[in-house]
């Protein structure tokens, strides 16, 4: 009968742990994305090239990749609007990392990733993977 008054507050405990611990994983600054596609099908492509509207609303935005190593080398983005005319040609960077017990890689597009919108407005974005239809990539376009 003892053993049960003492099992159970350390289970208590230990749930109110894990319930802590993972609230504190929560990421504090979560970015409201306007624009995401996953990239890793040749079907969303038309003639190689992927297109798609959207509207952004006015204020400051940036671009964030999840590539891998297969991802396209270059990647280019072109986004049109009634105010906004935005190009660039982003590049695949892959950084090697060691750690004395182990190496490995992480991968981001090396580009000017950032711009503002004046007012609200529809886009039509356009992502040419340059040939690489196979490699995925995912795109987001943050508001920040």
Do not use: C
């Amino acid at each position: 009968m003892n053993k049960k008054f003492v099992i159970l507050p350390i289970i208590i405990i230990i749930i109110a742990i894990i319930t802590l611990g993972s609230q504190s994983n929560q990421p504090e600054n979560t970015r409201e994305s306007s624009f995401h596609v996953t990239l890793a099908d040749p079907k969303k492509y038309e003639e190689g090239v992927y297109s798609s509207e959207f509207v952004f609303e006015k204020g400051d935005y940036i671009f964030r990749f999840v590539p891998n190593g297969d991802s396209p080398q270059d990647l280019t983005i072109l986004l049109e609007g009634d105010d906004i005319l935005f190009s660039e040609n982003f590049k695949l960077n892959g950084t090697l990392h060691e750690t004395g017990i182990s190496e490995y890689y992480t991968w981001d597009y090396d580009g000017e990733k950032s711009m503002t919108v004046l007012e609200p407005q529809e886009v039509s974005i356009q992502i040419n993977p340059n040939g690489n239809l196979k490699g995925s990539v995912s795109v987001y376009i943050d508001r920040n």
